[in-house]
C-alpha cells in the first residue's frame, strides 16, 4: 500500500509486497533452521524441503490466487515424500538468496 502513494498500480504494490513477503520468510527459515537441534532437524527437515521446493514453484505466481492455495496445499505430500527418502537423515539445506531488489522494482 505505501508503494501506491509513490504511482504504482494494484499488481505493481502486490508484486512489492511479494518480494517483501519472500525476503522475511527466507530470514525466519534460516534463523530458525540454524537453532534447531539435529533432532528437530531430522523431523523439520522434510517439510523445509518441501517448503523450498514450493517456493521455486511459486517464486513467479501472485500470492493469495486460487492456484497458490491449491499448491500450498498438497506441500504435506512432498515434505512425507522427503521424509521417505531421508529416512531420519539431517538434510542439506541451500538457501536461495533473495534477489536484492524485487521484479521491476525501483529502489526504496
Not at 517448503?51 to 501472485?62: A, I, P
Not at 492456484?67 to 521424509?83: E, K, N, P, Q, S
Request: proline share 6%; hydrophobic share 40%; net charge negative.
Amino acid at each position: 500500500m505505501r508503494k501506491m502513494k509513490d504511482g504504482f498500480d494494484e499488481s505493481g504494490a502486490i508484486d512489492a509486497f511479494d518480494h517483501l513477503k519472500r525476503d522475511l520468510a527466507l530470514s525466519l527459515l534460516k534463523t530458525s533452521w540454524n537453532l534447531l537441534s539435529n533432532d528437530e532437524k531430522r523431523e523439520f527437515g522434510p517439510m523445509t524441503l518441501a517448503l523450498q521446493e514450493f517456493d521455486s514453484y511459486v517464486k513467479n505466481g501472485r500470492s493469495f490466487s486460487t492456484a497458490h492455495r491449491a499448491l500450498l496445499a498438497t506441500l504435506g505430500a512432498v515434505a512425507d515424500f522427503h521424509r521417505a527418502n531421508l529416512n531420519g537423515q539431517i538434510p542439506e539445506i541451500h538457501w536461495i538468496p533473495a534477489c536484492p531488489q524485487g521484479p521491476n522494482l525501483p529502489p526504496d
